[in-house]
């Protein structure tokens, strides 16, 4: 699943609502078993690093 997600967000930057509409998950789900993990390996970035929390927060795969 950590793979579809990082290959997701190369194409371009996804909202956790969108990965979970896609994933057909949880919201929640997605950020702590997908995302937060993603993000602390640097696997993904955020798209408003200054504001984890930000409303439109979306990530992105490192480059």
């Known amino acids: 699943m950590q793979q579809v997600i990082t ?3 190369s194409i371009r930057a996804y909202t956790a609502d969108e990965l979970a509409v896609l994933l ?3 919201k929640k789900w997605v950020f702590r078993s997908y995302l937060s ?3 602390r390996a640097g696997v993904l970035e ?3 690093p200054e504001n984890p929390r930000h409303p ?3 990530y992105r795969a490192r480059k």
Do not use: G, H, K, S
């Open 56 to 58: 439109m927060q979306a």
């Open 37 to 39: 993990p993603l993000l």
């Open 46 to 48: 955020y798209t408003v």
């Open 24 to 26: 057909r998950r949880n």
């Open 7 to 9: 290959e997701l967000c």
